[in-house]
């Protein structure tokens, strides 16, 4: 429960709202193992603490975190800068189901800022790649320039990974994809009695994913959605991220939509 010394690094504008810092540990303290999808409580001191995911690749010595200003936690965690300080507790909660997948295709399916928790299992999926069928990755972002890690899809498509990119938005010189990101996964190449699916976005955005992936076939039990609800304790102790008889930071925040789907449209209150 208490939070580590860690010290920024680097820190990068992704898009006008959103950032990534980059942290290691200060010398009193050692780096900590993770798993793609899980979360840390990030602790802005004297102001508060607020959960968010893990975006680093797994093999990274550096742990790396993006986010979106929302509320006063993230408004002054973007005015830090190299060598200030930042509290973690972690890391929580499960993980997408990398290990479960070999001979298997795999759609990821992303919506704005859900590829932040998506970064850490696409490095990992493509670094197995010979073990998979097909891999695709959808994302929908408003615009643009909202794409996160743009700078990263094309080495990932020449690394086997099938990419389309779909945006709200567009000026006339976007010659990609218009509309939302559901609109791509009827024509998507893989094989739905095969498919793994792992989603990741708004939750308006993660139902209609769920909707056309049982449409095209993809059974309930190989659909994986990560759920981002409030978490303030991080251990199951408060119960604000009750979901159903789960709770997001100690079940999730990585769950089966088999064993979520009888809840997952209640709106949080």
């Not at 993006?66 to 929580?92: C, D, E, H, W, Y």
Request: net charge positive.
């Amino acid at each position: 429960m208490l939070p580590q010394a860690f010290c920024i690094q680097k820190r990068r504008s992704e898009t006008l709202d959103t950032f990534t810092l980059e942290i290691e540990p200060t010398k009193n303290n050692r780096p900590f193992g993770f798993a793609p999808g899980q979360f840390n409580m990030l602790y802005v001191f004297g102001v508060g603490e607020v959960p968010i995911s893990i975006c680093a690749d797994p093999r990274s010595k550096s742990l790396m975190h993006t986010t979106r200003v929302v509320g006063p936690v993230t408004k002054a965690m973007s005015k830090l800068r190299r060598g200030n300080i930042l509290g973690v507790r972690g890391p929580f909660g499960s993980s997408w189901p990398i290990e479960q997948l070999d001979g298997r295709d795999v759609v990821v399916v992303a919506g704005g800022i859900g590829l932040a928790p998506l970064r850490g299992a696409l490095h990992q999926l493509v670094r197995r790649r010979k073990k998979l069928g097909k891999l695709v990755f959808l994302y929908g972002a408003r615009t643009p320039d909202d794409i996160l890690y743009s700078r990263e899809l094309e080495p990932w498509q020449h690394k086997g990974l099938h990419i389309e990119v779909t945006v709200d938005r567009a000026p006339s010189s976007w010659l990609g994809h218009v509309g939302v990101v559901t609109t791509l996964i009827q024509r998507a190449p893989f094989d739905p009695g095969n498919t793994v699916a792992m989603i990741c976005g708004p939750e308006v955005m993660m139902r209609y994913t769920v909707f056309e992936l049982q449409k095209r076939g993809v059974p309930a039990a190989s659909i994986f959605l990560s759920i981002e609800r409030n978490m303030k304790c991080a251990v199951g102790f408060c119960g604000h991220c009750q979901f159903g008889p789960e709770f997001v930071c100690k079940d999730g925040p990585i769950f089966r939509y088999d064993r979520i789907a009888n809840w997952f449209g209640i709106r949080e209150l």
